[in-house]
Nanobody
Framework: QVKFVESGGGLVQPGGSLRLSCAAS????????IGWFRQAPGKEREGVSC????????NYLDSVKGRFTISKDNAKNIVYLQMTDLKPEDTGVYYC??????????????????WGQGTQVTVSS
């Protein structure tokens, strides 16, 4: 079955950087769209960034454009989220997830069926 393991979270000062990794198993990643989502306490889960099956298309939450970059290595089944210039409002649990390569490509929550357990990102001075 499809499994994800997220890593790379932690405590960082405002303006700092982190790289999150999502190691996937049970499928070949070129078959799925992959997304990073986050949830802060008391807030709804939101899409941060998503990447299409073969990596030609990407989506970013407006508030992270220019600061975050999503990428993936299909051969290794690893998806990355490079985060720079982190802000306190970026704090939350970050999850990677997959849909089944449906059209159109989207970063909508309901399309993503397979989820990891999440990794905590805390941005604080």
């Amino acid at each position: 079955q499809v499994k994800f393991v997220e890593s790379g979270g932690g405590l960082v000062q405002p303006g700092g950087s982190l790289r999150l990794s999502c190691a996937a198993s049970g499928f070949t990643s070129d078959y799925y769209h992959i997304g990073w989502f986050r949830q802060a306490p008391g807030k709804e889960r939101e899409g941060v960034s998503c990447i299409s099956r073969i990596g030609f298309r990407t989506n970013y939450l407006d508030s992270v454009k220019g600061r975050f970059t999503i990428s993936k290595d299909n051969a290794k089944n690893i998806v990355y989220l490079q985060m720079t210039d982190l802000k306190p409002e970026d704090t939350g649990v970050y999850y990677c997830a997959a849909d089944r390569g449906q059209s159109p490509f989207t970063c909508t929550l309901l399309r993503y069926e397979y989820w990891g357990q999440g990794t905590q990102v805390t941005v604080s001075s």
